[in-house]
């Protein structure tokens, strides 16, 4: 008996540090800028970088699988004994018992679905690129990820000066080695807005050019 109390205390104290770790960097993976801008940034979280998160918030999801099951095989037999008292007093609670949770992770796995959707939305655009003509101008995502501002005029044959001058008309301030990603992370911008905005200054700086 005592042996199965200290187990129990343990796996409880076990649980209670897993779940904390979990829920930090929980916390660091959403406050994390979506796609790769993390890595462009230099981003991190309490000294730990995007894809240091995930593996830590991974691993220890499956310290708590084993944590949950220690627990679950420890304390079945009274959890079984719990929970057919209760079902004899009140149907009703433990049916509310068990709906409840399963709602709680439906609603989870919503979110979840939701922040790995975009988090594949942003690498849609780098799988595809269009050829810039005179009159056309096409940003790609991987342009936005990766390009500093003196590449982006590069690539498009525009003046770098201009095109600093164009964003800081628009209340951007830029440098030319300064990357689109950390620009868009600093000034909170709205990336397809962003992109669009590039797109046409660029546009109307070719059309001065020419």
């Known amino acids: 008996m005592r042996a199965s109390a200290l187990l129990r205390g343990v796996v409880d ?26 890595d462009s940034i230099g981003w991190t ?25 220690v627990h679950l095989a420890v304390g079945f037999k009274s959890m079984w004994v719990m929970l057919k008292s209760a079902f004899k007093s009140s149907k009703v609670k433990v049916i509310a018992g068990l709906i409840i949770p399963l709602l709680l992770l439906a609603g989870g796995y919503q979110a979840f679905s939701a922040y790995v959707g975009s988090e594949e939305g942003d690498t849609t655009a780098d799988s595809y690129y269009e050829e810039s003509t005179n009159s056309t101008v096409y940003i790609t995502g ?67 050019s020419g």
């Open 13 to 38: 104290l076990l649980l209670l540090i897993v779940f904390v770790a979990i829920a930090i960097t929980g916390i660091g993976l959403y406050l994390a800028p979506s796609g790769r801008i993390a």
């Open 45 to 69: 979280f309490l000294g730990m970088d995007k894809d240091t998160l995930t593996n830590v918030h991974t691993y220890l999801g499956f310290v708590m699988i084993g944590l949950v099951a």
């Open 142 to 208: 991987t342009m936005m990820k990766y390009y500093t501002v003196q590449e982006l005029a590069n690539e498009f044959n525009v003046s770098t000066d201009a095109l600093i001058e164009k964003l800081k008309e628009k209340g951007i301030e830029a440098t030319p080695d300064e990357k689109l990603a950390e620009i868009e992370y600093k000034y909170d911008l709205d990336r397809e807005e962003f992109k669009a905005m590039l797109e046409e200054i660029i546009t109307e700086l070719r059309g001065e």
